[in-house]
Each structure stands twice: as C-alpha cells, then as structure tokens.
C-alpha cells in the first residue's frame, strides 16, 4: 500500500463545474496536509495546507480533512481552463527526531473542458 | 529575490559518467531537499538537509551523493550516472524542518531534466 494515495485521472470537468480532487494516506499520525499545483514541465506550487478536521477555504479553493477516515481532498469551484494541471497530494510524517519529511502522492491530473 | 535556482536545466549523460547538479536558495531557508519526479511515481525525496552543516537519505538515495556547502547551497552528485537515474530532479527548500512549526512550506527550483543513455 503506497503511504499517500491518488487517482491519477485524468479528471475531466466543464468550465464553470466543481472539480474534486481526492487523497488517502496510511500513516494515522500524520498532522499536516497538503495540496501542490504542477503545470506541465513545471515546478509544484503549494496552493493549500490543512492541519485540522473540516474544511479550509481560500478563495476557490477549499481542503477537506477527515483524519478519522485518513482522507484529504480538494475542491475546485468554477474550475477555469487555467486550472488544468497536475494536483499533488502532500503528508508530512514526523521522525522520531522530531524531523519531518513530506510524503506526495503521484497526482492526479485535472483537465478543464471550455 | 530568485527564489530557488537549479543548474543547469538539461542534460545528457551517457552512462558511467558523473554529473554534479547545482541549487541554491536565496531565502535564507534553514533546510533544503533533492526529488526526483518520475511519471506515475509523484516526487521521490532523495536526500536532505535539515540545516546547514548536516545531510540525511532520503527515500532512494543509491547511486547519488550531497553537499550542503553553505546556507544557500545544496548540490547533488551522480558519481556514475545510470539510465534508471533518467528523470527530472527539483530541488526544494524550507524555511523549518522541525515539526511543530508552520513554517514548513517547501518551494521549488524549476527543476532539471536529466537523460542518461
């Protein structure tokens, strides 16, 4: 079972449609969540993080957390055609040192039909 | 304010030879991090440095080395490069490694496309 889980898609909506996008993860401890944006041949871009049970909105941008279902997602209101990217799902796991290193999944890709 | 900068932005290796990648951050960020992104395999952590002066393996650190030479500068070495060393490679930095702080988010250099043949 790999540690951080995506449907890698792609997920196709119309413009103007919500697009949802989901992520499982293994590790029961983990804290801190998040969402990258990656165009493609670009760089990943954070867009969201999330550290407590419910909902975070950021403009049209909203992270769910579910911890006791170890469930992330994010939902994409009015999705545009500049939203068709790659959306990579991001958990940090916390050493015994106290460190901590980020987990991705492989991503899903997001197509936005005009 | 460059952000992350990574060199240089292609190559082509043939296998057996060696390569050094370049980073550097001009965020005064405390830890730095080497990836490789694979298609369908999402970004790989390779190695790591929590601050300056110390180096930790990351997921798949075989066949690669590291230098952190300074706060701003995080290289990675391909001692004898492979074809299965064929991806793209980013670099990544923070400002806190540390769990417990906010400060954790990771930005990333544009990258570098590596082909081994």
């Known amino acids: 079972q790999k540690e951080v889980e995506q449907n890698s898609g792609p997920l196709s909506v119309p413009e103007g449609a919500i697009a949802s996008l989901n992520c499982t993860y293994s590790?029961?401890?983990?804290?801190?969540f998040f969402w990258y944006r990656q165009y493609s041949g670009k760089s990943p871009e954070l867009i969201m993080s999330?550290?407590?049970?419910g909902d975070k909105e950021d403009g049209r941008f909203t992270a769910q957390l579910n911890k006791a279902s170890q469930y992330v997602s994010l939902l994409i209101r009015d999705s545009q055609p500049s939203d068709s990217a790659t959306y990579l799902c991001?958990?940090?796991?916390?050493?015994?040192?106290?460190?901590?290193?980020?987990?991705f999944g492989s991503g899903t890709r997001l197509l936005v039909r005009p | 304010n460059a952000g992350v900068t990574q060199t240089p932005k292609f190559q082509v290796l043939k296998t057996g030879q060696s390569m050094t990648l370049q980073c550097a951050q001009d965020?005064?960020?405390?830890?730095m991090y080497w990836y490789r992104q694979d298609p369908g395999m999402g970004l790989r952590l390779i190695y790591y440095?929590?601050?300056?002066?110390?180096?930790d393996k990351g997921e798949v650190p075989n066949g690669y080395n590291v230098s952190r030479l300074n706060k701003r500068e995080f290289s990675l070495r391909l001692e004898s490069a492979a074809p299965s060393q064929t991806s793209v490679y980013f670099c990544?930095?923070?400002?806190?490694?540390?769990?417990?702080?906010?400060?954790?988010?990771?930005?990333f250099g544009p990258g570098t496309r590596l082909l081994v043949l």
């Open positions: 990544a930095s923070s400002e806190i490694l540390r769990a417990g702080g906010r400060q954790e988010t990771q930005y």
């Open positions: 590790d029961r401890g983990s804290q801190s």
């Open positions: 999330i550290y407590s049970n």
């Open positions: 991001a958990v940090r796991q916390v050493r015994m040192d106290s460190s901590y290193k980020l987990i």
């Open positions: 965020m005064n960020h405390n830890s």
């Open positions: 440095s929590a601050s300056e002066g110390t180096t």
